[in-house]
């Protein structure tokens, strides 16, 4: 075993026992296996479709094995057999239509038993990628990025919004992986991948907005109802829908959970009156959360954590896409309608007792693009007359290390002149802090999920526009962005294309850069790491 994808990363240079994340060497082999099968299948798409073959079908597997790599996504050896399974049959099935050229061992590869597979997964992985330590870094630096725009694309596949470039993008860049390059030539293929990772947000961004409206600002609750509840995590916004109507009427509230909250701002799922609020934090504090809830949880994609021994949750606990735990049940079937089948949860939460209060607040949410650029003219006012000082964006990920304080602390100690521009979990670490607001702008605007990012890309080229500025980095935004999975890498690969420079990313630097890669990002982006609290809000405000 073998991984070194997350800011968790054992040492911060690779979990080679078990996973900080709680997956086992088995499992985190068998995820480079399914990597690698999807490169022989990306091979055999990518040939067929020079052919005028369609393969839809096969590039929707390709991003759905993908997103189950993700970190936090899936621990179910038999769900990631079956995956395999399902490239090596795509594969035989498109080799019997059109020649695939032998080029490399994933064309040919095949198995049937369980044993070959453990027995192969041993001998891939990311430490196969190249011999030379950088190129290597930078190959599994791309493929981190494509394991966050798979997970991105694939939501956006689920509301129906599929574009065959990015497709094409992914598919391309698995091969290329098998091939010899150089670090120029990987340079190269990075910044095509932060490419990429704008027009997947931007894809996303669409397919939601399309589906639900877009964002409104919105008062969350985070107290609790006397009804049974049901407690939605992960980010599938098409999932939610689902249980929404499915559940409608039947005396049972639906509760989001960490990075569920945005779906509270979307118009088409804020209609249903029992959206009945935000229970709990980020992701790392599910294992008591869940206890407390009472009821059933649904995940729909990461972040989870596998159960402790004495967990009293295991038979309450549902997964659903890319997401497997084995103690925990998985939903695939379909309704006649075509919808996901969720009345086993229904059935199970009507049994249960409603949640355990944990608290009685509430949380505004809601300011993705759309919203913020609707505030402009106000936002421009202030800047201009001086009470906004600065836009810091502190978007990202959370996680459980103790280093993150550091971001609670750096939004309590940001001056009252100074707004935080956040989305996707990290918001947690600051979110309860009442930071008051700025002539009726909030300290702290929440665009949503992480892809939501891109809202800040988005409100930050829109403002140079209106400033006519000729360089992004002349406006007064500061980037600090706490990270932890692969969808944070390509989000920050998004922002390293668009230009934006000097930007903060911690608590720690990834640990798949070797010296060399480090060095070279920092040269071309300015890329730092956070330091203390201090020293960086001196820099920040300078
Ligand atoms: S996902 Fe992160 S914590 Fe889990 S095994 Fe890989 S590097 Fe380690
Ligand atoms: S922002 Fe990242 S760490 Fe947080 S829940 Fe989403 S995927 Fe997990």
Aim: net charge neutral; proline share 4%.
């Amino acid at each position: 075993m073998f991984c070194n994808q997350c800011q968790e990363t054992a040492k911060n240079t690779g979990c080679t026992i078990n996973g900080v994340c709680g997956k086992k060497e088995k499992t985190s082999d068998l995820h480079d296996l399914l990597v690698f099968a999807c490169q022989g299948l990306a091979l055999a798409t990518t040939e067929a479709r020079k052919k005028g073959i369609k393969t839809d079908v096969e590039s929707r597997h390709i991003i759905h094995c993908l997103f189950m790599t993700i970190t936090n996504a899936n621990f179910d050896d038999r769900a990631i057999i079956k995956a395999i399974n399902d490239c090596l049959s795509y594969k035989e099935n498109l080799k019997n239509k059109v020649n695939i050229p032998s080029i490399h061992e994933s064309v040919s590869w095949s198995a049937s038993s369980e044993n070959e597979f453990y027995e192969k997964a041993k001998q891939t992985g990311t430490l196969t990628f190249d011999k030379n330590e950088d190129v290597r870094s930078l190959k599994q630096y791309v493929l981190f990025g494509l394991k966050g725009m798979a997970a991105y694309a694939e939501h956006a596949s689920n509301l129906g919004f599929e574009d065959q470039e990015i497709f094409d993008f992914i598919e391309q860049a698995l091969i290329m992986i098998t091939k010899p390059s150089s670090v120029e030539g990987m340079l190269q293929w990075l910044m095509h991948t932060g490419e990429y990772g704008v027009k997947v947000m931007a894809l996303l961004d669409k397919a939601n907005t399309s589906a639900f409206g877009n964002p409104e600002i919105t008062k969350v609750s985070t107290g609790t109802s006397n009804n049974p509840g049901i407690l939605v995590s992960g980010h599938d916004l098409k999932d939610l829908e689902e249980l929404l109507i499915q559940s409608e009427g039947q005396g049972i509230d639906i509760y989001t959970h960490s990075e569920m909250l945005p779906a509270h701002a979307y118009p088409g799922l804020k209609k249903y009156r029992h959206l009945r609020g935000n229970y709990g934090n980020a992701w790392h504090r599910q294992q008591d959360e869940f206890e407390s809830f009472n009821g059933p949880v649904l995940f729909t994609t990461n972040c989870l954590i596998p159960p402790r021994k004495t967990s009293i949750y295991n038979n309450r606990v549902f997964t659903t896409g890319p997401s497997g735990m084995p103690e925990w049940k998985y939903i695939n079937k379909r309704l006649p309608n075509g919808q996901k089948d969720f009345s086993e949860i229904i059935e199970l939460a009507r049994k249960c007792p409603p949640p355990k209060p944990l608290e009685d607040g509430e949380l505004t949410i809601g300011f993705a693009h759309n919203q913020v650029l609707n505030l402009a003219g106000k936002i421009l006012e202030a800047i201009n007359n001086g009470t906004i000082r600065k836009m810091i964006v502190m978007s990202g990920c959370d996680g459980r290390m103790k280093s993150r304080e550091y971001y609670t602390e750096f939004a309590a100690k940001l001056p009252k002149d100074t707004v935080i521009l956040t989305s996707g979990c990290a918001k947690y670490r600051y979110n309860k802090l009442n930071l008051g607001d700025i002539n009726g702008i909030p300290r702290v605007l929440d665009a949503g999920q992480c892809n939501d990012s891109y809202s800040w890309a988005f409100v930050a080229l829109k403002l140079k526009e209106i400033l006519g500025l000729d360089d992004i980095n002349k406006l007064p935004l500061e980037f600090n962005i706490a990270w932890y999975e692969q969808k944070a890498i390509i989000v920050h690969l998004a922002l390293l294309f668009l230009g934006f420079k000097n930007t903060r990313i911690g608590p720690t630097l990834p640990g798949f850069m070797t010296p060399n890669v480090l060095k070279i990002i920092q040269e071309k982006f300015g890329v730092q790491t956070i330091t203390s609290v201090e020293k960086d809000l001196s820099m920040v405000l300078a």
